[in-house]
C-alpha cells in the first residue's frame, strides 16, 4: 500500500487547512483497515488527530474535536482532513496513515505512512 499527502504547505492564521490523502494498493473500504490523520509539530511528537473507518465512521482526537473533520472519496480512495480556525501552534508535519484500531498507529513502526507533508501557518 502507498499513501501520498497533498495539499498547500501555507496557511495563514484563522483559515481552514484542508489535505488530502491518496491510497493506492488497497482500498479505504477494505473491512477492518482504519486510516488517519497524525501530526507531528516541529520538536514534539507524534499527535493522532482523527480517523475514519473502512465503513465511513469517523473518530476524533477530543481536544481537536471542534476544529476537525475527516471525510473520504471512495470513488477517488482518497481521504481529506479538513481543520479549521488554524494558528501558528497548528504548524506541523502532517501524515496520514493506516492502522488496525480507530486510535491509528502509534509510531512510524506500524501501519503503513505516507511520507508527510509540510504545513506552516503564518500570515
Known amino acids: 500500500v502507498q499513501l501520498q499527502e497533498s495539499g498547500p504547505g501555507l496557511v495563514k492564521p484563522s483559515q481552514t487547512l484542508s489535505l488530502t490523502c491518496t491510497v493506492s494498493g488497497d482500498s479505504i473500504r477494505t473491512n477492518y483497515n482504519y486510516w488517519s490523520w497524525i501530526r507531528q509539530p516541529p520538536g514534539k511528537g507524534l499527535e493522532w488527530m482523527g480517523t475514519i473507518s473502512a465503513n465511513g465512521n469517523t473518530y476524533y482526537r477530543p481536544s481537536l474535536e471542534s476544529r476537525t473533520s475527516i471525510s473520504r472519496d471512495t470513488s477517488k480512495n482518497q481521504f481529506t482532513l479538513q481543520l479549521s480556525s488554524v494558528t501558528p501552534e497548528d504548524t506541523a508535519v502532517y501524515y496520514c496513515?493506516?492502522?488496525?484500531?480507530?486510535?491509528?498507529?502509534?509510531?512510524?513502526?506500524?501501519?503503513?505512512w505516507g511520507q508527510g507533508t509540510q504545513v506552516t501557518v503564518s500570515s
Open positions: 496513515a493506516r492502522g488496525a484500531t480507530m486510535r491509528g498507529p502509534t509510531s512510524k513502526a506500524e501501519g503503513a
